[in-house]
């Protein structure tokens, strides 16, 4: 039975990814018909795009009465991007480098916002306020900080990089907006339902096997939901665009912890019950995102023993929450 639920889980987290890609095309084609604003649209979409699992099973959990359901999603999944993701694509690819100084303002960035719902959530719980806060928090990156990344993607975008292959390979489409439209309520529709479904697992997998729900996010949840920043640091690493490869998964942090849970939050404010699971998951992100950050500082690059390194920490975590 709890097997079962477990399938069922990544069963519906690949719909819920692929049903992502599906909104993300159909929009950026209708973005298209704007030349002041599409290119803006395309790069934000393409920067939004692996969050939107995380997203849209926030939004359900908190529509479902399960918000610490989200919580713990967020959680698990920025420590799986900068432990399980980053390692295990290094490991397999090998050494990557890191170009320019942009990751020193970058990182900064993640941190704090990594670390800002779990200040917020220190009185043990997370408002609307709180999530108000935090949305206002990526705002001003988006706006801010973010426009000049805009640029950088769409130089990107135009030469049909690999960011532009992986966002097609479904099929081509013709461009039609009424299709077009069609393809975007249906992919929302999709969105929503393989959300909830994973919700809906969640729940009856924590009461059958006797664990907290927020631990199923933390653990079980995550995984599935950061399918899509794995497949795009494979490819990026495979394409030798290392810069891409930590922008994907520093922006993936950022978002889940500002945009994600402040979404959540506000829906429905999520309160604390499982103190000694979030403690083990806060300090474990604080842990395990300054030995990537010492990793990538020392000698600029991120070798491959660094890597197994990440993946070993990401065990241990895992180890340390189900004792």
Not at 33 to 61: C, M, R, Y
Not at 242 to 257: K, R
Request: aromatic share 10%; hydrophobic share 60%; glycine share 8%.
């Amino acid at each position: 039975m709890i097997v079962l639920l477990i399938l069922l889980i990544f069963l519906f987290s690949f719909a819920l990814i692929k049903s992502a890609d599906q909104v993300v095309l159909a929009l950026r084609r209708l973005s298209r018909g704007s030349k002041s604003t599409g290119f803006i649209l395309s790069a934000l979409l393409i920067a939004l795009a692996t969050s939107f699992p995380e997203l849209f099973v926030g939004i359900t959990a908190a529509l479902e009465g399960a918000p610490a359901l989200s919580l713990g999603n967020v959680m698990g999944a920025n420590i799986t991007n900068i432990s399980l993701v980053a390692g295990l694509s290094a490991w397999v690819v090998g050494k990557v480098k890191v170009h320019g100084h942009f990751l020193r303002r970058d990182v900064t960035i993640a941190l704090v916002a990594g670390t800002l719902p779990l200040i917020l959530i220190l009185d043990g719980r997370l408002g609307r306020t709180d999530g108000l806060i935090l949305i206002a928090v990526y705002g001003a990156y988006a706006s801010s900080f973010f426009k000049h990344r805009f640029l950088q993607i769409a130089e990107e975008h135009k030469k049909g990089s690999y960011i532009q292959r992986f966002l097609r390979r479904f099929t081509q489409i013709d461009g039609n907006k009424t299709k077009e439209a069609a393809r975007l309520f249906v992919g929302i529709a999709m969105l929503l339902v393989s959300a909830n479904i994973i919700v809906r697992i969640a729940r009856v997998l924590a009461e059958a096997a006797g664990i907290p729900v927020f631990l199923i996010g933390l653990i079980l949840v995550s995984i599935g939901t950061t399918l899509p920043e794995l497949a795009f640091s494979f490819r990026a690493l495979e394409d030798k665009e290392p810069t891409m490869f930590f922008g994907n998964i520093l922006g993936s942090i950022i978002a889940n912890s500002t945009l994600v849970i402040g979404v959540a939050a506000t829906i429905a404010p999520i309160a604390i019950s499982e103190k000694s699971e979030y403690m083990v998951a806060a300090a474990a992100f604080i842990l395990i995102f300054l030995h990537f950050w010492f990793f990538i500082k020392s000698k600029l690059r991120l070798d491959r023993w660094e890597a197994a390194a990440l993946l070993l920490l990401y065990l241990a975590f895992v180890v340390v929450e189900f004792n």
